[in-house]
């Protein structure tokens, strides 16, 4: 239980360095950026195109991963159901 809750608190710690950093990043990063994508020219302040960047970043390492961590899902429940079947 103690350990539990030093993760918890460890995870709070966490939470709040990046909520600081991501204010901070905010601040100084809040002049314009003109962005051109294809046929699209537009303003936007340049911590939300970093924002967003990340998010994309984020999103499609998830979607890469996915089909891994099915694979792997599936293969650790035959593994245990084999395991079970042994007993």
């Known amino acids: 239980e103690r350990k539990i809750a030093l993760y918890s608190a460890f995870n709070y710690h966490l939470l709040l360095l990046a909520i600081l950093l991501i204010a901070g990043l905010s601040l100084a ?35 890469i991963s996915m089909p891994k961590n099915f694979s792997l899902r599936n293969e650790l429940a035959k593994a245990k159901k084999e395991l079970k079947n042994r007993n």
């Open 29 to 63: 990063n809040m002049q314009s950026v003109t962005v051109s994508f294809i046929l699209f020219r537009f303003k936007i302040p340049l911590i939300l195109l970093i924002l967003l960047s990340v998010l994309l970043g984020a999103i499609t390492t998830i979607l």
